[in-house]
């Protein structure tokens, strides 16, 4: 995956003890580019790890090492995995995505934030479901419409992110061409005998 780097000034260095166990899906409520210039702008105070564009672009803002500032505020939490007195951004991966909260998601853009969910999880050993990838409205109640309005696009993203991709389909005439080679080897030893 191609991850551009554009640089946020907006997060605490490590996660003092902390390490991901969850991520959180966010919509800019604007477009890549403007994300971009406000996450860059330390007095916007605000950042997240990673922002995607309906074009599938991902651009990475914070290192997952480090707590970017994306879900700090708590507010009547829905998430079951939320820990009591703690940021959560010290324990979550941050990712926005380009539109408003009525846009349909491009599949593009769908495309690249399965493969980045998936990879994060992966890399951090976070299950991949319901209570481990959860939106924004799920950590802060006053925001009901982040990700989207319509919340079946976390389901989504977790059943695609899900899915393994299945082993590659034996192809019969790559087998038989070793099968071939294989016994050319073995005639060639019995004549070198």
């Given amino acids: 995956m191609n991850i551009i780097q554009k640089k946020s000034p907006n997060f605490w260095i490590g996660r003092k003890g902390y390490r991901p166990e969850g991520v959180v899906i966010h919509i800019m409520d604007g477009t890549l580019i403007g ?38 505020r708590v507010d009547t939490p829905l998430w079951k995995l939320i820990k009591s007195n703690v940021n959560p951004n010290l324990y979550t991966v941050g990712i926005e995505h380009e539109g408003k909260p009525n846009d349909v998601w491009a599949d593009a853009m ?38 989207a309005s319509n919340k079946k696009i976390l389901d989504e993203l977790v059943a695609l992110a899900g899915q393994q991709t299945p082993p590659p389909t034996p192809n019969p005439s790559v087998e038989e061409g070793v099968r071939k080679i294989e016994e050319g080897l073995a005639m060639i030893k019995q004549i070198i005998n």
């Fill in 35 to 72: 994300t971009d210039a406000w996450f860059a702008n330390p007095t916007s105070q605000v950042s997240a790890h990673y922002g995607i564009g309906k074009n599938g672009e991902v651009h990475q803002y914070v290192q997952e090492t480090d707590a970017a500032w994306h879900a700090g």
């Fill in 110 to 147: 769908k495309q690249s934030s399965v493969a980045l969910i998936r990879e994060i999880c992966q890399r951090w050993q976070i299950p991949i479901d319901r209570n481990h990838v959860v939106g924004h409205f799920e950590v802060f109640s006053k925001k009901p419409n982040c990700p």
